[in-house]
């Protein structure tokens, strides 16, 4: 019963998928085709993130991490969590495990917030091609308004929860 729980998710998106199939062929192959591509994604992107990841956990000291970004970095850590972000590559969702080491590794919780927002909103990719295809000034313009919107989104969610609220994320991201 603890399995069935645990990919209830999993478990009712195949059988939509599977009924959606029966329903509509064509529909259901193309939320197949889907589900497919996606798995492909994953695994080409997922991979690589837990290798620098495990170099992470191995290579820098859990002081370093909370030199740089833990609750008394203020300037440096928020700089260093937007730069981490920006420079990342991949999709929003490998943002999560990189967030989960830097919890174990006692990164103040609003950096983590700030470096999730950077992830999703203000990669150099991104960047460079919104440039090319947008223009300087939209993508110049957008990078501008979502550094604040970064900042003022953290600070209220990280205002938002309680003490024992953020240390329970910590906990679940130590069983991980």
Known sequence: MKWIKKYLVFISASLIITFMFLWNRELGLKAIDTVKFSFKEMIMVLP?????????????????MVKF???????IGILLAFFLGSAAA????????????????????SNILIFIGAWSTTKLPMILFEIASMGSKFALTRFMINIPGILIIAYIVNKSL???EILSIYEKAEQL
């Not at 970004?69 to 300037?75: P, Q």
């Not at 991949?90 to 919780?109: D, E, N, Q, R, S």
């Open 162 to 164: 309680s003490e024992k």
């Open 69 to 75: 970004m833990g609750e008394d970095s203020g300037l």
């Open 48 to 64: 690589p993130i837990f290798i620098l990841l495990g170099l992470l956990d191995t290579w820098v000291p859990k002081d370093t």
């Open 90 to 109: 991949g999709p929003l969702y490998g943002a999560f495990p990189v967030a989960a080491v830097f919890m174990k590794k006692g990164v103040k919780f």
